[in-house]
Antibody, heavy 125, light 110 residues
Framework: EVQLVESGGVLVQPGGSLRLSCAAS????????MSWVRQAPGKGLEWVSD????????YYTDSVKGRFTISRDNSKNTLYLQVNSLRAEDTAVYYC??????????????????WGQGTLVTVSS | IVMTQTPLSLSVTPGQPASISCKSS???????????LYWYLQKPGQSPQLLIY???NRFSGVPERFSGSGSGTDFTLKISRVEAEDVGVYYC????????FGQGTKLEIK
């Protein structure tokens, strides 16, 4: 059974930083690209970032470029999202999701077939 | 790519059909012949779940009452007979140019 368990969400002040983690199990983690998607309170889904299976390719939505960094440790079956210079508009539940592809070239060209339960990041003073 | 869903909400009597439209600002057909359009359902208090991939393929475990159709820039999700467990917000998503979701369509039961 595929399991994705996010952690690291907290209340943080504007301008602050934190690292989100997503522990994966039930599939061969190093064979699949992974994604982060967020959902602001009461709002829709917004894709944030993708990373290829090896970590060699990464992609970001424009609003987080230069502030967020996606990474992975395939030896630990864990996906990360380093979030810096946080703004109020970054307040959201952050979901990690598995794709169905290994490679990404310009785009990962794949659905997000399994999702974690999400972790809440609140940016407020 | 902008994804536009209509309607944004609908209320359906159990046993009746439902239909949701999704239009993309660019064609989602790639040179490999695949169309990178997906449908998700987010039930209340839950994470999104994949329903349909590549326009019309039901994901594992998805009931046959869900079907997807369309091509190019116009797509439709249909539920042949709505059940109480189908309530939630439905999203379309494209993956031909990174990922973009539609605004979501909230399905309620009458």
């Amino acid at each position: 059974e595929v399991q994705l368990v996010e952690s690291g969400g907290v209340l943080v002040q504007p301008g602050g930083s934190l690292r989100l983690s997503c522990a994966a199990s039930g599939f061969t983690f190093n064979s699949y690209a992974m994604s982060w998607v967020r959902q602001a309170p009461g709002k829709g889904l917004e894709w944030v970032s993708d990373i290829s299976a090896t970590g060699s390719s990464t992609y970001y939505t424009d609003s987080v470029k230069g502030r967020f960094t996606i990474s992975r440790d395939n030896s630990k079956n864990t996906l990360y999202l380093q979030v810096n210079s946080l703004r109020a508009e970054d307040t959201a539940v952050y979901y990690c999701a598995k794709t169905t592809t290994r490679y990404c070239s310009g785009s990962c060209y794949a659905p997000l077939d399994y999702w974690g339960q999400g972790t809440l990041v609140t940016v407020s003073s | 790519i902008v994804m536009t869903q209509t309607p944004l909400s609908l209320s359906v009597t159990p046993g009746q059909p439902a239909s949701i439209s999704c239009k993309s600002s660019q064609s989602l057909l790639l040179s490999d012949g695949k169309t990178y359009l997906y449908w998700y359902l987010q039930k209340p208090g839950q994470s999104p779940q994949l329903l349909i991939y590549e326009v019309s393929n039901r994901f594992s475990g998805v009931p046959e009452r869900f079907s997807g159709s369309g091509s190019g820039t116009d797509f439709t999700l249909k539920i042949s007979r709505v059940e109480a467990e189908d309530v939630g917000v439905y999203y379309c998503m494209q993956s031909i140019q990174l990922h973009t979701f539609g605004q979501g369509t909230k399905l309620e039961i009458k």
